[in-house]
């Protein structure tokens, strides 16, 4: 069973910055995406960033030029650095490897942010 180890979270005020860091025991397969979810009290856990074997990255439309994700393969650690963070990113953010072998999950990170 792969681990995916999460750390970074906690409480910011609006227009602030926090990175969130996911570490990897191992990598399940040759081709991979990883990415970062996040889901806020009573609504549905959506993709907030993802990136993909050879570099490709996606975001959600709400947190686009103020979120980046990116990857340290040497330490098989994935990041996603927020700026301009609002009220509304406030979720339990969840790390996310999706392999041909199987989906595997960090245990989340509250993120919080108010003033």
């Known amino acids: 069973q792969v681990q995916l180890v999460e750390s970074g979270g906690g409480l910011v005020q609006p227009g602030g910055s926090l990175r969130l860091s996911c570490a990897a025991s191992?990598?399940?397969?040759?081709?991979?995406?990883m990415g970062w979810y996040r889901q806020a009290p009573g609504k549905q856990r959506e993709l907030v960033a993802g990136?993909?074997?050879?570099?490709?990255?996606n975001y959600a439309d709400s947190v686009k030029g103020r979120f980046t994700i990116s990857e340290d393969s040497a330490k098989n650690t994935v990041y996603l650095q927020m700026t301009s963070l609002k009220p509304e990113d406030t979720a339990v953010y969840y790390c996310?490897?999706?392999?041909?072998?199987?989906?595997?999950w960090g245990q989340g990170t509250q993120v919080t942010v108010s003033s």
């Open positions: 996310h490897l999706g392999t041909a072998y199987g989906n595997y």
């Open positions: 191992e990598r399940t397969s040759r081709f991979y995406m």
């Open positions: 990136i993909s074997t050879g570099g490709s990255t």
